[in-house]
């Protein structure tokens, strides 16, 4: 922001405009979620822990490619801003780096298992390209608690709709595009989200504006600036353990769905519509949770959504859901606690930034929103491969009927990897420093600093 101007107001609009862009990236990311696991072990036949596996590796790598572009970003400067560049630029290769995830190679044993890692790691590389610089978009486009929040709602709501598109899409266009051949189904199917995806990004980089550098601010922080501001930021590392225990949570429950409802409810179509229900429902859950934000503060609301899932878990735990009305509404009850911890995590990351700045004196923002990506995405590559080891050891065998201590170890599995996560997300929250108001004295503090 300007040196001494109040913040800046976006509008609507803007505030719409921009949240295209996490529209686009879920387009991606959902589809990476719920169905690249399932395309793995039911499409192209691995055994789930080497899926698992496999998808740790990607998000690892994936993972440490976020700080490394965040510094990039950090140190870029172009007439469009810092960050709006790759947004349009990368777009186009991104695209085709997803449809090759999709791809079946002709190959078998190690050579599949390569090129499968293979097209992962590009892909992974791509979606960080464009992810970091539009993620660390929110620091910069506002210093407004309230706004920030309403930009994190507005991006939920963009990955919600990218979410009921995906999840209602996805298996119609395997089924219509493949021909009987589930893996092929699964590549044009890509290609079709790809070409999408590709299409809405411009409209997210014109939509979306950077304010011009200002004269407080270095225009490139060194190594050490940068190590002492993180260093100091207790924020920020209380919110990444709290992050990576979420995620834990939502990594079981997301790629359980397509697996509890094929084997345990009996009526793998089912599943679309299920999942397209709760992409729905988020039009309704996270306006209710950014109220909840507002209302309680993003610490509380944290709290909140990390009860509601640990009740979740409890109940799951006391009655088999077996039907598909009650698999449903399971899944529909434990997202809400999802979206919940997902607003309040990208309405607080930001305002790490300004916490930082205020103990250290630097401000390495799109740094900061790297390493966030990068615990976020350690989490969910961890917690794939938890979960195919899990679904290893329970006796899973894929496109065959499971053993009943298979289908009672499916239920487990969405009981305790939950509840787990849930529960270190809540105790971690109890220490979290930035109280209701915190926030806003800490920007008060350091705009007096800079005038």
């Known amino acids: 922001m300007q040196e001494g101007a109040p913040p800046t107001r976006l509008g609507f609009f803007r505030t719409a405009g921009f949240a295209t862009g996490d529209y686009a990236n879920n387009l991606y990311w959902q589809s990476v979620s719920l169905f690249l696991m399932f395309f793995y072990t039911d499409a192209l036949g691995l055994p789930a822990g080497t899926a698992g596996v496999l998808y740790m590796i990607a998000s690892i790598w994936d993972g440490v490619t976020d700080p490394v572009m965040g510094a990039v970003a950090d140190r870029t400067r172009t007439r469009w801003g810092r960050y709006r560049p790759y947004i349009l630029f990368c777009s186009v290769p991104l695209g085709l780096s997803f449809a090759a995830l999709y791809w079946r190679p002709a190959a078998d044993g190690l050579g599949l298992l390569a090129v499968v890692l293979a097209t992962h790691l590009v892909f992974r590389l791509f979606y960080t390209l464009v992810s970091v610089p539009y993620a660390s978009l929110t620091a910069r486009m506002t210093d407004d608690a309230r706004e920030r929040g309403d930009l994190a709602g507005f991006r939920m709501l963009g990955a919600t709709l990218a979410g009921m598109t995906v999840s209602f899409a996805t298996q119609p266009l395997v089924a219509a595009l493949g021909g009987g051949d589930a893996a092929r189904g699964f590549f044009y199917a890509a290609c079709v989200v790809a070409l999408l995806a590709t299409a809405v990004y411009p409209l ?19 190594f050490r600036q940068c190590c002492a501001s993180l260093a100091s930021n207790r924020a920020f590392w209380i919110l990444m353990i709290a992050a990576c225990a979420i995620s834990l949570s939502s990594t079981a429950l997301g790629k359980m769905v397509l697996y509890y409802f094929k084997y345990v409810v009996g009526d793998e179509g089912a ?49 088999d859901a077996r039907s598909a009305v009650e698999a449903g509404a399971f899944f529909l009850f434990m997202h809400v606690a999802s979206l919940g911890g997902w607003v309040c995590f990208w309405a607080m990351v930001p305002d790490t930034v300004e916490y930082g700045e205020w103990r250290s004196g630097y401000r390495p923002e799109s740094l900061i929103f790297g390493l966030g990506m990068f615990f ?44 787990a996560g849930f529960g270190v997300a809540a105790g971690a929250m109890l220490f979290y420093p930035l109280r209701r108001g915190g926030h806003e004295r800490i920007v008060g503090e350091l705009a007096a600093r800079r005038a």
């Open 204 to 222: 997210a980089f014109l939509a979306s504006r950077e304010p011009p550098e200002p004269a407080w601010r270095e225009p490139a922080l060194s």
């Open 271 to 319: 599943a679309r519509y299920a999942l397209t229900l709760n992409a729905a429902m988020g039009l309704a859950i996270i306006p209710f949770w950014m109220l909840v934000v507002r209302r309680l503060g993003k610490r509380s609301a944290w709290l909140t959504a990390a009860a509601w899932g640990l009740a979740g878990t409890v109940g799951l735990a006391l009655l």
């Open 376 to 419: 976020q995405k350690l989490a969910l590559g961890l917690a794939a491969a938890l979960l195919g080891w899990a679904l290893d050891l329970v006796g899973y065998l894929p496109n065959e009927a499971q053993a009943p201590a298979t289908l009672a170890g499916f239920r487990w599995i969405l009981v305790l990897l939950p509840a």
